[in-house]
């Protein structure tokens, strides 16, 4: 027995001997070839950025002028293996679980389950990030009509987290606490592309959540518009007016059927005593827009990124107040919590005209684009801006991001996008960072963005 186990220590003695010879050796090979010259390593760096750029990493060794450099080329073969292994290596970060930002745990008492109808949209998107960050458990309900997986693809996976791919116009069946209704296209392009199916979505699509909310007991937030001003008489607009809708033109589609929301809204909250919250939201922007929604900011910062003419269309006088996406994303919030069930005006009052906004872009923008003027548009409002005495009083909400700050970060949004060239390229976008921004100015710690 003895001898047995002597015979297995010297086993283990001598492999490792062996094991410890060689690694010298190859050591000792390694360190005794001659070693290239400062000019040499760079040479080989610039010729494998080169062909790496360009795609021809297999060439590395065979160009003429690396041939001529016999001791470079077995860097080059070294450098070679290392850009294959480290794109091998991204392959497989790519498929392991990734990393999240790190969100608020919650306890069973205080975690809701949230239902964000729209969720892969612009303002759902945003609302998602701000939820999951606090803690919550959320759901998000999305068609893709003008929604995208990537706003929200930073979270797919995450066991707070669940995306469903649905049609709200069809009924649906879960367990929720609250829910955001935000479902709904929200540029004119988009919501006159086909006009039956918005006003199906703001009223059938309302109905099956306002239903969904009643079955089981959910608070139920809708997103209304300030188009249920229409064209406004009054100025500012106040939540008691009962605006100015032209019901038969192009637009009515969505201002006439986001009327009916509200409509359906306080009639479930009388009738069955769904607990409801009605944000009446005014011009928002901010990253994750869509590019080609026809919206004023968008349409202007990417012209003036494009080094295309910044076109008005009509007088440039008419007014509008903008909203930074993270301001609203908290009154919507706060709505939500709070015990306030009248419709609430959500925006910035901080009014401009068509033509200050072309212009604050192009010199923020800088290029060669020109503003034009082009014939105004139907129905286009002349003057919007949000009384927002409600909101302060009962929310104790305002908006906080300047304009300059927003336009910034929207700037440096859509310069990203149109430098995106594949489709693998991860979100950039740092939910953290969007959720600090309000609080940070909030907190007077930040004054440039
Ligand atoms: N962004 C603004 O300036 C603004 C202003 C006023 C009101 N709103 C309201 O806020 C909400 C969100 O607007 P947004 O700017 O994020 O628009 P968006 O188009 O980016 O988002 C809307 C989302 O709803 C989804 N959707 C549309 N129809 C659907 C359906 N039938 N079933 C399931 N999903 C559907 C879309 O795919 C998209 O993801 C909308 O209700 C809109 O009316 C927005």
Redesign the pocket.
């Known amino acids: 027995m003895k001898t047995v186990k002597n015979m297995k220590k010297w086993f283990t003695s001598l492999t490792l001997l062996g094991f410890v010879l060689a690694v010298t050796f190859n050591w000792s090979l390694l360190v005794s070839s001659k070693k290239p010259s400062d000019e040499e390593v760079a040479y080989v760096d610039d010729k494998a950025r080169h062909y790496s750029e360009t795609g021809q990493e297999r060439l590395l060794s065979l160009a003429p002028s690396a041939k001529v450099h016999q001791d470079i080329t077995s860097l080059d073969e070294a450098l070679l293996k290392i850009k294959n292994l480290e794109q091998r290596l991204k392959d497989i970060e790519f498929r392991i679980p990734k990393k999240y930002p790190e969100v608020n745990f919650l306890t069973f008492k205080d975690r809701k389950r949230i239902l964000v ?10 609302l998602v990030d701000r939820l999951m960050m606090e803690g919550h458990e959320v759901i998000v ?8 997986k990537r ?1 929200v693809e930073h979270w797919i996976g995450h066991e707070n987290f669940e995306l469903i791919h ?4 069809n009924p649906l069946y879960i367990e929720v606490d609250q829910i955001y ?7 004119p392009p ?2 006159m592309y086909n006009p039956v ?2 006003i ?3 009223t059938v ?1 309302t109905i099956n959540m306002l239903g969904l909310a009643k079955r089981v007991g959910a608070r139920v937030l ?6 249920v001003y229409g064209d406004p008489e009054v100025h500012p607009q106040t939540e008691s007016y009962w605006g100015h809708v032209n019901p038969i033109g192009p637009r009515a589609c ?1 201002d006439e059927s ?1 009327r009916v929301s509200e409509t359906l809204a306080y009639s479930y909250g009388k009738q069955e005593n769904v607990a409801v919250r009605v ?7 901010g990253p ?3 590019s080609n ?1 026809g ?1 004023v900011v968008s349409n202007f910062i990417l012209q003036a990124l494009t080094g295309q003419d910044i076109t008005i269309y009509g007088s440039g006088k008419q007014t509008r107040s ?2 930074y ?1 993270s301001d ?1 994303v908290d009154g919507l919030i706060k709505l939500q919590n709070s015990n306030y069930s009248m419709p609430v005006n959500l925006g910035n009052p901080d009014e401009h005209t068509i033509e200050e906004f072309a212009s604050i872009i192009h010199d923020m923008v800088g290029g060669k684009s020109h503003i034009i003027h082009k014939d105004a548009m139907e129905d286009d409002p002349q003057r919007r801006k949000p009384d927002i005495t409600r909101a302060n009083h009962v929310l104790g909400w305002q908006p906080l991001v300047p304009l300059q700050q927003g336009i910034k970060k929207t700037v440096e949004y859509f310069r990203r996008e149109l430098m995106r060239s594949k489709h693998s390229e991860r979100n950039l976008h740092d939910p953290v960072e969007a959720g600090n921004l309000r609080k940070a100015l909030s907190n007077g710690v930040l004054t440039d963005v």
């Open positions: 109808t729209g969720g892969a949209g612009f303002v759902g998107s945003h309900v999305d068609n893709f009509f003008t929604g995208r706003n649905h049609d709200i116009v209704h935000l479902a709904s296209p929200a540029s988009h919501y199916k918005t199906k979505t703001n699509g809708i997103a209304s518009t300030s188009e969505y986001k944000a009446r939201i005014f011009n928002t922007y994750r827009m869509h929604d919206r903008f909203q996406v609203l």
